[in-house]
């Protein structure tokens, strides 16, 4: 008999009133919530707690890290991974999440689904539509969505939008992405240890960085043809690390510095030997646009 999955969640949490929810409707909705293990990086302000009774959700381990001594949400990631003790799959989530009955067997029945007619290492990752903390539990959006360009900075493709996914009532499984979320993917377990999150990538254009990576890596990235969960994209319910951390302009710019090093090493080879020129024509579009 196979031995049931089991589901590695990783979510870094900074200052976030949301945390506590998200941890509760992570459990309370999963089919099998005991087969999850899930790592918070919890880089915490003087006012912020938690209940005793989420604090003892099964196979929960709470990082706590004071919020000045974080040095970003990809440094958290990082350190999170390292938590990684070979669970066959894996999710990354922000604090700020609300989720469907049964994500979790939703997730592995679209992963298994694609592994076995249409790729050998799929990735699932989405921009999941929004729910209000305010409005709760009304005013969740009902589409999926699939991930576009938006913006550069300094040349360097930074930001990323979405848009709903057309005709997605008579898809029967996920489509093909060219961008990945890091608010949301689901992959195997081994993507901790063949895509490790870069501490160094500060904030903006890192979810363009690790799609990159992953794809370099031979995972190839899919957007779920149905509703798994809910993200909040205002951010009153949370402070951001860069209202707090007057260095971040110094961080921000020697991100965009590595980022600009990575996308134009043209050359390197990633699995099956994907190049970044490889990418740039799967994702339709310049990483970095010289002056």
Not at 84 to 105: A, C, I, K, Y
Not at 262 to 284: I, N, P, S, W
Request: glycine share 6%; hydrophobic share 35%.
């Amino acid at each position: 008999m196979r031995r049931p999955p089991s589901i590695f969640v990783q979510i870094p949490a900074y200052r976030d009133s949301e945390l506590e929810s998200t941890l509760r409707g992570l459990y309370a909705k999963a089919e099998h919530p005991a087969r999850l293990r899930t790592a918070v990086a919890w880089q915490r302000g003087p006012g912020d707690s938690l209940s005793a009774d989420v604090r003892s959700l099964p196979s929960l381990e709470l990082i706590e890290i004071p919020f000045e001594e974080s040095k970003g949400c990809n440094w958290a990631r990082s350190l999170l991974q390292e938590h990684w003790r070979g669970e066959q799959f894996t999710l990354v989530l922000d604090s700020h999440h609300r989720f469907v009955h049964g994500w979790d067997t939703a997730l592995e029945s679209m992963y298994r689904n694609l592994e076995a007619a249409v790729s050998r290492r799929p990735l699932l990752t989405a921009y999941l539509p929004a729910y209000d903390p305010a409005r709760e539990p009304g005013g969740r959006r009902k589409r999926p969505y699939k991930i576009y360009p938006l913006e550069r900075e300094q040349g360097i493709l930074t930001r990323l939008t979405s848009y709903p996914i057309p005709y997605w009532t008579t898809l029967s499984e996920p489509i093909p992405a060219q961008f990945l979320s890091l608010h949301f993917i689901f992959a195997e377990g081994e993507f901790n240890a063949a895509v490790p999150f870069d501490p160094g990538l500060y904030f903006f254009g890192d979810e363009v960085a690790t799609g990159l990576r992953a794809y370099l890596a031979g995972y190839d990235l899919f957007h779920p043809h149905r509703v798994v969960g809910w993200h909040c994209f205002e951010r009153t319910s949370r402070t951001a690390h860069w209202q707090d951390h007057e260095d971040w302009r110094e961080q921000h710019q020697r991100s965009l510095d590595r980022m600009r090093r990575l996308f134009l090493d043209k050359a390197g080879g990633g699995v099956g030997g994907r190049t970044v020129a490889d990418y740039e024509e799967h994702a339709m579009v310049s990483l970095v646009e010289q002056p």
